[in-house]
């Protein structure tokens, strides 16, 4: 009370502190950055290796092995998995906590080196997984020539964008992309004695930059070779000597033409392929809304300089304008909250100086938490401004709690600045107390695993920073003002109204019987037990959805799938979008064997649907493709981890016959799950393949080798790379082909001819073919192979499936040495569960320990805490009424409840414990509190429940996310403080009961 007594007497401290305040977080909140996510690099990373044709198992033992064996080897590596497949390897991998990004800079490097070693290697794309995508801004060129538009990607627009020091990268899909191929004629060759492979040291030598030497005397100057090809003409015109000394040109035994490649990665937009899709990033140091800022005004120069003809250049989407509206509708709601709060202590208090005190404390405490979250380097996103939101009912209940009592001691009676002081000593352990089990609530946030957890100790930390502003604030602004400004007519009873009068008889009519408070409490806990049979009615997940009027679904298709079929399905996925209400457009684009679609939805004022709807259309509109298309499934970004099911299970072991028929036991049993479709494992996709068995004997008897007719069934497939040139801007990689006759069947390519020593003669004379089933897709999970069951959801989410799907495993007879396990979907959000309830416990525990420190008692804080399973009630029946999803979220509303509703029960029981120090008895003091503290208990639940009520009600970009936590806030703190002025005196007086009874038993033990 000292620090109260010096600001009273020296308000022009308060003065200047508040108008550093202001100052400072006014200037904190125009530096903060504005972006959709907190930018949050997890401990995970992905390589994505594309290989042409090559088969799994080819993939396996040529690539995946070896990046596997480097891998296991690198420090902070917790866990990885991959996926071997024809043409693809794909690989994730688990650091331990906060090794990620050293980890992934290995990875990259490791990447970096097998790319160059292996040949076979066509693309690779290695990322850390983070909330900030890689991409924020895309555009398309449409509706022109394919050579023009690609001339203008790669001549205007890539060096333009990329010259904007607010963009990282411009990125293409669906480009039109060139490649030489010099395709060498067999009898020319041997008309010249010439060997095509000699031409590739004659191509390098001719094409090459190379240091050479330095020149020691000069500063260590370096001597450079520089020869280079630069037209189709110097390739044709290269030369070399054939074993009779003569000079043989390339055009003389080869061909040499331009051709557009045909990539793996191809883009259609609409169900039209002649597209190009721009994807835009930015650096670490720009934002969002910067980079997208920049890119506009220089699109708009190269439109003005007409350089934009026969095609279109349009805007698809940047994430921009979605984090703007995102900012701007929490804002909105934050503002609303705050509004409501004051509107709802003006009815209570029908004093508009008391409000407009209260009026001020917000925006100062706003602003203290702006100040705060800039030194933290922190930014403006959807998760600190949804803390703001749910902290905005919280930020004021310290500074109505300190107002009510103050206001109270005047209407009293007491002197200005004796009702001050008396005012804040009556509440502020009561008030301390709350923030500080408030605060302790988040302290095992950290625990929570995965990307939810960065998430939300983010949440955490804002929503801590908001509590101690405005506790800061609640005891300086606040009772200086109060002093002089706060007027009040004078009321020297405290009888109340008819509620107060039927309160009063109630807590007389509990204390007069011991079976009445047993019958109550009894009566609370039947309720407590009886709601989790509602449980099962509500919807479960482990992080909601982000409604931003878009989506994006990942197709996974069967392995070999042609190019036709590829573009026949996005044909028909273009006619299914068209058909669903408020579909705008759909991009579609392929990497490897997976399908990307890309949707956009009207805009949310033109919305005629929601997009959970929408979402819902889409999906099934996909999945009925499946049954006419090579499509194995249908689902979200988990298609790049190697499945796309949401419903994984792994079976491990060593013999693969074995785990076949482990494979087809559970794909039976899950069969039988209701709510699960589209069952398929990786055992199931194999791919018949021709084995090359040598006929050792007939290559002995002709004096060859295996390496020989290896070679020529090479040259007979292969395209091999031999460097590239740059043309017109653009750099176009140069491929040797030794035939320019397609081998199409086994019998072609046994009777295909070449050069021996003995004469000519055919690959079937030294070879023969069988074929044989050979696996599309192989499974690792650190470095062991697994078999993988896949399903999806068929109008049950995860949560509802998961009992059934565990049941049906423990009902297969499993062998030593082999294990079914939980993965996917399943498995994370069974993780998350037992984390939510750990930290639950955990939070219950340091709460428990705060108050018990805080009253110097063990009996009270168990008072005070027997008003949770209460609030547990609420937030069912919460979500149960508006079928809100159970997640992360929601519990991390749950957490947050636990803190917020143990004030209403610590005002109360501090006061009684202040009365019984008077020498009043338990009824009365119990009596007493209630009826001193009904007024601040329902003022500070009711301002939190308005304050966050925009939330609970809002239908914008962030409303899934805001609002499954908001319910549960309030319907848990409504349904607690309904009950709080009940149970709290009934637990009370037990708790008494057995005290006395304790007592009695002694006083007994020693009179005999």
Not at 223 to 240: A, G, P, Q
Not at 914 to 943: C, D, H, S, Y
């Amino acid at each position: 009370m000292k620090v109260l007594h010096l600001l009273l007497n020296r308000k022009i401290i308060v003065g200047l502190l508040i108008l550093f305040i202001l100052l400072l977080g006014t200037f904190a909140s125009q530096k903060l950055e504005k972006e959709l996510m907190p930018a949050v690099t997890f401990d995970m990373a992905m390589v994505e290796i594309s290989a042409g044709d090559l088969p799994a198992l080819d993939v396996e033992s040529k690539i995946t092995n070896l990046l596997e064996q480097k891998i296991s080897s690198m420090k902070g590596v917790k866990s990885y998995q991959s996926t071997s497949a024809i043409g693809r390897s794909s690989l994730t991998v688990q650091f331990e906590s906060g090794e990620g990004e050293e980890g992934f800079k290995q990875i990259e490097a490791e990447v970096a080196k097998l790319n160059a070693e292996i040949e076979e290697i066509k693309d690779v794309q290695a990322y850390q997984f983070a909330t900030t995508a890689p991409h924020e801004m895309f555009m398309d060129l449409s509706k022109g020539s394919m050579e023009d538009m690609t001339n203008f990607a790669n001549q205007v627009l890539k060096p333009r964008l990329e010259a904007l020091p607010e963009v990282r990268e411009v990125a293409y899909m669906g480009l039109e992309q060139k490649e030489i191929i010099i395709t060498f004629n067999e009898e020319k060759l041997q008309k010249n004695s010439v060997d095509p492979m000699q031409f590739i040291a004659v191509l390098q030598q001719a094409n090459e930059n190379i240091a050479i030497g330095k020149l020691e005397g000069e500063t260590d100057t370096t001597v450079r070779w520089k020869s280079e090809i630069t037209s189709i003409n110097e390739l044709e015109e290269l030369e070399l000597s054939n074993a009779l000394g003569e000079l043989v040109k390339l055009k003389d035994v080869a061909s040499v033409e331009t051709e557009t490649a045909v990539y793996s990665s191809t883009a259609w937009k609409d169900g039209e392929s002649e597209f190009i899709f721009v994807q835009i990033g930015r650096p670490a140091s720009v934002t969002t809304i910067e980079m997208t800022e920049a890119v506009r005004k220089e699109v708009a120069k190269i439109r003005e300089e007409g350089l934009i003809e026969g095609f279109q250049l349009n805007e698809m989407m940047a994430q921009a304008d979605y984090v703007k509206d995102s900012i701007e509708g929490v804002s909105n709601n934050v503002l609303y909250g705050g509004l409501l709060a004051l509107v709802v202590l003006f009815l209570f208090l029908r004093n508009i100086r008391a409000t407009i005190i209260i009026g001020l404390s917000i925006p100062i405490s706003i602003l203290l938490t702006f100040a705060t979250m800039g030194m933290l380097g922190y930014s403006f996103n959807m998760i600190s401004l949804i803390a703001l939101g749910l902290g905005i009912g919280m930020m004021v209940d310290s500074s109505i709690v300190i107002l009510e009592s103050i206001y109270k001691k005047k209407e009293l009676g007491f002197a200005n600045r004796e009702a001050v002081l008396q005012g804040t000593k009556e509440v502020a352990t009561a008030v301390l107390a709350s923030m500080l089990t408030t605060i302790v609530v988040f302290l095992p946030i950290g625990l929570l695993g995965g990307e939810a957890g960065k998430i939300m100790i983010i949440l955490s930390v804002v929503v801590i920073i908001t509590l101690v502003s405005s506790v800061i604030v609640a005891f300086t602004l606040i009772p200086t003002m109060s002093e002089k400004f706060l007027k009040t007519k004078e009321r020297k009873s405290e009888e109340g109204g008819r509620i107060v009068r039927s309160y009063r008889r109630f807590i007389t009519w509990m204390a007069g019987k011991k079976r009445r408070r047993i019958g109550i409490i009894s009566l609370f806990a039947l309720i407590f037990f009886s709601s989790f049979l509602l449980l099962m009615f509500v919807p479960k997940t482990v992080m909601p959805d982000m409604y931003n009027r878009q989506a994006e679904i990942y197709i996974t298709l069967e392995k070999g799938t042609t190019p036709e079929a590829v573009n026949a399905i996005a044909e028909e996925i273009n006619e299914r979008m068209q058909k669903v209400t408020d579909v705008d457009s759909n991009i579609v684009y392929t990497f490897g064997n997976i399908l990307g679609v890309f949707i956009n939805m009207t805009p949310a004022e033109d919305a005629t649907v929601e997009q959970k709807t929408i979402n819902e259309n889409i999906m099934q509109e996909l999945r009925e493709m499946v049954d006419a298309h090579p499509i194995e499934a249908v689902g979200g970004m988990e298609a790049f981890n190697g499945g796309s099911s949401p419903v994984q299970i792994e079976i491990s072991g060593s013999d693969y016959e074995t785990l076949k028929q482990l494979t087809k036991k559970l794909e039976s049993k899950l069969s039988e799950v209701e709510g699960l479709t589209d069952i398929s494992s990786t055992v199931d996709k194999t791919k018949t393949e021709q084995q090359i068995v040598v006929l050792h004997d007939k290559i002995k008897e002709d004096g060859l080798t295996k390496e020989q007719i290896k070679t020529q069934i090479q040259q007979a497939f292969t395209k091999m790379p031999v460097g590239s040139i740059t043309l017109d801007y653009q750099n176009l990689p140069i491929y040797f082909m030794f035939s320019d006759d397609v081998i199409s069947s086994k019998s072609e390519l046994l009777k295909k001819e070449f050069i021996t020593p003995i004469g000519i003669r055919k690959i079937g004379d030294y070879v023969k073919l069988e074929p044989y089933e050979a696996p599309v897709e192989i499974e690792h999970i650190d470095g062991n192979r697994i078999v993988k069951v896949g399903a999806q959801l068929d109008g049950k989410d995860l949560a509802s499936v998961n009992l059934d799907v565990q049941n049906a495993i423990k009902e297969i007879d499993v062998p030593a040495g082999y294990f079914i396990s939980l993965a996917g979907g399943l498995e994370t959000q069974m993780e998350r569960v037992k984390e939510m309830v750990m930290i639950l416990a955990i939070a219950i525990f340091l709460v428990y320990v705060v108050m018990a420190i805080q009253f110097n008692s063990i009996k009270h804080p168990f008072v005070i805490m027997s008003v949770i399973p209460m609030t547990i009630v609420g937030v069912i029946i919460g979500l149960f009424i508006t079928q809100q999803e159970l997640s992360v979220m929601t519990g991390m509303g749950v957490v947050m409840l636990i803190g917020i509703v143990l004030n209403n029960a610590i005002l109360l029981i501090d006061r009684t414990k202040q009365l019984r120090q008077e020498g009043k008895k338990v009824p009365e003091a119990l009596l007493e509190a209630g009826i001193n503290r009904t007024r601040p208990i329902f003022m500070t639940t009711l301002t939190t429940v308005f304050g966050m009520l925009p939330l609970a009600l809002a239908t914008g970009n962030a409303s899934n996310y805001q609002a499954p936590m908001a319910i549960a806030i309030i319907a848990g703190l409504l349904f607690a403080t309904m009950i709080t002025l009940i149970l709290i005196p009934g637990v009370y007086m037990l708790f008494e009961d057995v005290a006395n009874g304790t007592k009695k038993i002694r006083l007994k033990k020693k009179q005999a």
